[in-house]
């Protein structure tokens, strides 16, 4: 069930990421990095199937996450570019081409290898010093930060990518704390849960990363913004899960280079999908944009 719940919740984050992506590219460009983003595209009833994909996705992943090893589900999760892109060739018309398929097959190969390769299992988490836990929270947190301040400083057109993979890797936190979650609601019930500080910071890092992720699609192409979410989140799980939640993979040299082989094929895949043609450019929504745009200089910068 653990591959199943996986595999159904990133085809439901796939199309949801697309919807909403084809939504904010509409919004005003003034909104970026604001919440007021969100109220905006809350009026775009596209843009709430999006999200209603999402929250799906993410219900399904949480039962993946329930029931299995955060590096083992996150790799799955990896897959929401493949169904991205099902849906993206059906709105664009494109075939995929001898570089679609490869990405496919890097992608999908990638993620069946790093599975045989590192045959991922939990681990104890009592044995975990809570130095540990939040040296290994705190530097992911602070990793997210620093791809946002590095984005600000940057070109507009060259935001996306950054954005996104701040997002992606708050995705990741979030997973591996929705995990360790479960354990306390199996452990301690739902008044452990609410006593507990995980589903506080669940949240908040669930609503950062969809401001970040939508400021993404709002200001690039889908192309630029989602190969960057989809390898940093279960990049960031994955390391959560063996930093603070004693996931443990096969260390001997050649399950380490299958590892290596794998996610390197699975990241290299995701790239090479989200820049095909077939993905959506977003580019129909720049003239279709409401509300004051930020003024831009001859280098690209806002002023």
């Given at each position: 069930?653990?591959?199943?719940?996986?595999?159904?919740?990133?085809?439901?984050?796939?199309?949801?990421?697309?919807?909403?992506?084809?939504?904010?590219?509409?919004?005003?460009?003034?909104?970026?990095?604001?919440?007021?983003?969100?109220?905006?595209?809350?009026?775009?009833?596209?843009?709430?199937?999006?999200?209603?994909?999402?929250?799906?996705?993410?219900?399904?992943?949480?039962?993946?996450?329930?029931?299995?090893?955060?590096?083992?589900?996150?790799?799955?999760?990896?897959?929401?570019?493949?169904?991205?892109?099902?849906?993206?060739?059906?709105?664009?018309?494109?075939?995929?081409?001898?570089?679609?398929?490869?990405?496919?097959?890097?992608?999908?190969?990638?993620?069946?290898?790093?599975?045989?390769?590192?045959?991922?299992?939990?681990?104890?988490?009592?044995?975990?010093?809570?130095?540990?836990?939040?040296?290994?929270?705190?530097?992911?947190?602070?990793?997210?930060?620093?791809?946002?301040?590095i984005a600000r400083h940057l070109r507009l057109v060259e935001e996306p990518p950054l954005l996104a993979a701040a997002a992606g890797v708050l995705y990741g936190l979030q997973d591996a704390l929705t995990r360790e979650a479960s354990s306390i609601l199996n452990d301690s019930g739902i008044t452990g849960l609410v006593t507990s500080w995980q589903p506080y910071v669940i949240v908040a890092s669930a609503v950062v990363g969809l401001v970040l992720v939508q400021s993404a699609f709002e200001t690039g192409q889908l192309r630029q913004s989602l190969p960057a979410l989809t390898a940093?989140?279960?990049?960031?799980?994955?390391?959560?899960?063996?930093?603070?939640?004693?996931?443990?993979?096969?260390?001997?040299?050649?399950?380490?280079?299958?590892?290596?082989?794998?996610?390197?094929?699975?990241?290299?895949?995701?790239?090479?999908?989200?820049?095909?043609?077939?993905?959506?450019?977003?580019?129909?929504?720049?003239?279709?944009?409401?509300?004051?745009?930020?003024?831009?200089?001859?280098?690209?910068?806002?002023?």
């Amino acid at each position: 069930m653990v591959y199943l719940y996986g595999l159904v919740g990133a085809c439901f984050l796939g199309l949801g990421f697309v919807l909403q992506q084809e939504a904010a590219a509409r919004a005003p460009l003034a909104d970026i990095l604001s919440f007021r983003l969100l109220l905006d595209l809350m009026k775009v009833p596209r843009w709430l199937c999006g999200i209603g994909f999402m929250v799906i996705g993410q219900i399904l992943s949480a039962l993946a996450l329930a029931q299995g090893d955060v590096s083992r589900v996150e790799p799955l999760l990896a897959t929401n570019l493949l169904f991205a892109m099902a849906l993206a060739r059906y709105i664009s018309g494109q075939r995929l081409g001898r570089a679609g398929w490869a990405g496919v097959v890097l992608l999908s190969g990638g993620v069946a290898m790093f599975m045989v390769a590192g045959a991922p299992e939990g681990g104890d988490e009592e044995h975990i010093s809570a130095l540990r836990h939040w040296l290994v929270l705190g530097s992911v947190v602070a990793m997210a930060l620093v791809l946002v301040v590095i984005a600000r400083h940057l070109r507009l057109v060259e935001e996306p990518p950054l954005l996104a993979a701040a997002a992606g890797v708050l995705y990741g936190l979030q997973d591996a704390l929705t995990r360790e979650a479960s354990s306390i609601l199996n452990d301690s019930g739902i008044t452990g849960l609410v006593t507990s500080w995980q589903p506080y910071v669940i949240v908040a890092s669930a609503v950062v990363g969809l401001v970040l992720v939508q400021s993404a699609f709002e200001t690039g192409q889908l192309r630029q913004s989602l190969p960057a979410l989809t390898a940093a989140e279960p990049l960031a799980g994955i390391v959560c899960g063996i930093g603070f939640l004693g996931d443990t993979v096969q260390l001997t040299p050649l399950a380490i280079t299958g590892q290596i082989i794998g996610l390197s094929a699975a990241v290299g895949g995701v790239f090479i999908l989200g820049r095909h043609p077939a993905m959506p450019t977003g580019a129909s929504g720049n003239s279709g944009r409401s509300g004051e745009e930020p003024a831009l200089d001859d280098s690209g910068r806002r002023r």
